[in-house]
C-alpha cells in the first residue's frame, strides 16, 4: 500500500502538546496525528444515520413521478397490511 504525504499546519501551542505527548510515549507526531485522524473518522462514521447513508449512496429520491409524501402521509396507507 502506498503512503501518501499531507501538510497540515498547527498553532504553536497545539504544536507543542502534539511533540509532548509524542516524546512521552516514545512515538512519532505523525503516528499520533494518523491514530487520532483513523479515530475521528471512525467515530464520525458510526454516528451517521441510515438515512444519511442512504441519502449518500443515492438512493433517497430514486422514485420518479411519485408524491414526495409516500412514506408521511397516512392516505397512502390505506389497505397497507390488510389481508
Known sequence: ????????????DL?????????????RES?????AVERHLA???HAITAYVRARQAGLIGVVRG???DLS????H???FGGS
Not at 3 to 11: A, E, K, L
Not at 72 to 75: E, G
Open 31 to 35: 503516528d499520533l496525528v494518523r491514530g
Open 66 to 68: 411519485a408524491s414526495s
Open 1 to 12: 500500500m502506498k503512503d501518501y504525504r499531507i501538510t497540515v499546519r498547527f498553532p504553536a
Open 72 to 75: 408521511t402521509n397516512p392516505k
Open 15 to 27: 504544536r507543542r502538546r502534539l511533540k509532548q505527548a509524542a516524546d512521552s510515549r516514545g512515538t
Open 77 to 79: 396507507f390505506d389497505g
Open 43 to 45: 467515530a464520525e462514521n
